[in-house]
């Protein structure tokens, strides 16, 4: 399997950033509610990148997003359908996303960094020194 998996990534990394985009998932298909501290957010709040590994990804642009106050209200929830029925078995090594936290204005290494999130309800807590 892990010779399927070297061969699939390599194929990927072949492939152009258009090409990614338009075969992996995307954002308005995915995204069936966002709010950050109590306001709505869609689909514009997000920036297409690509991994080689993960293809389409999305980056929140922080630009427009700010919060003063602590707590869940405050931070960012999302619900997504992460279209299993989409995922390349046997390649996929499960259901889910990956989360990067990573500050604005900086490139989310997607590959290196992050935080795997299985299907289901799951919080994450920030502190900010």
């Given at each position: 399997m892990q010779t399927r998996d070297l061969f699939i990534s390599s194929e990927m990394s072949k492939l152009n950033t258009s090409t990614i985009e338009r075969l992996g998932h995307n954002i308005d298909d995915m995204l069936l509610h966002c709010s950050f501290n109590s306001k709505i957010c869609n689909?514009?709040?997000?920036?297409?990148?690509s991994s080689t590994r993960y293809g389409s990804c999305y980056t929140l642009k922080s630009d427009s997003l700010v919060s003063t106050t602590p707590g869940?209200?405050?931070g960012l929830t999302l619900i997504l359908n992460i279209e299993a029925y989409e995922y390349v078995s046997p390649s996929s090594s499960g259901n889910g996303i990956k989360i990067v936290l990573h500050e604005p204005g900086s490139y989310p290494f997607v590959e290196e960094q992050g935080v795997n999130i299985a299907p289901g309800r799951t919080s994450i807590g920030l502190n900010r020194d």
């Open positions: 689909s514009s709040f997000f920036t297409p990148i869940p209200q405050s």
